[in-house]
């Protein structure tokens, strides 16, 4: 069965350190996402891509991040400079189209800011 | 603000017990759907509704979609241990790039 697959699993990371975590999305899907779930709290959305451009993006996703799709297969998320408020699981999602089919998520990374 | 109000927030029952989790909103959705999650894991879709109305079932869980697209509910029958853990509704507002998520039900069944 298909699934998205994320890598590293974990990272530990100095603060102010820059980050990219990786993603692999299922081949036939078009949509992406990055989402993040801070330790005991809700699962929030950062940010969708289609078609190489964001679709939209939440408040969280500031300056200091970035997604890019660099290769055709490999969906990455950049945080420039971390800071201790970042740490937290980042989930990676991917869905066919958007209206009527679900995102299906890769089993996160977890990222711990020291 | 899209929301996605789920109750009860916590729940705790006897194995063989029935329960029911309900995901609520102001907004219309095309689809939406229900994940199950485990600690420091990603959620795992467990089904997707689509047509106001319909029902779904999964083995002793039965989901529906309320007619008016905005809301829905999780059944489960029979409750068992393994059905523990947290129970997420998803769902993309319509307009939107984005699946939103529900508050969460953290479910334990006690044996």
Redesign the interface.
């Known amino acids: 069965e298909p699934e998205?697959t994320q890598t590293p699993s974990h990272q530990v990371t100095q603060m102010g350190q820059e980050v990219i975590l990786r993603c692999v999305p299922i081949s036939n899907h078009l949509?992406f996402?990055w989402?993040r779930q801070i330790l005991g709290q809700?699962?929030?959305?950062l940010v969708?891509f289609?078609n190489n451009e964001i679709?939209?993006k939440?408040e969280i996703f500031d300056d200091q991040f970035s997604v890019e799709r660099p290769d055709g297969s490999n969906f990455t998320l950049k945080i420039r400079s971390t800071k201790l408020e970042d740490s937290a699981?980042y989930?990676c999602?991917s869905?066919e189209a958007?209206?009527?089919?679900?995102?299906?998520?890769?089993?996160?990374t977890?990222l711990t800011v020291v | 603000t899209q929301l996605l109000e789920q109750s009860p927030q916590f729940l705790s029952i006897q194995e063989g017990e029935n329960l029911t989790v309900y995901c609520n909103s102001s907004s219309v959705f095309?689809?939406l759907?229900w994940?199950r999650?485990e600690p420091?894991?990603?959620?795992?879709?467990l089904v997707?509704v689509?047509t106001g109305g319909e029902v779904k079932k999964l083995k002793r869980l039965t989901f529906q979609f309320g007619d008016a697209r905005k809301d829905s509910s999780l059944h489960i029958t029979a409750a068992q241990p393994g059905d523990t853990g947290l129970y997420?509704c998803?769902g993309?507002p319509s307009g939107?790039?984005?699946?939103?998520?529900g508050?969460?039900t953290r479910l334990k069944v006690l044996a």
Do not use: D, N
């Open positions: 998205v949509y996402y989402y809700k699962v929030e959305f969708s289609y679709s939209e939440s699981m989930f999602a869905s958007l209206l009527g089919t679900e995102a299906l998520f890769g089993q996160g977890r | 095309s689809s759907q994940y999650q420091g894991e990603g959620p795992v879709l997707t689509v997420l998803a993309a939107t790039y984005k699946y939103i998520f508050t969460g």
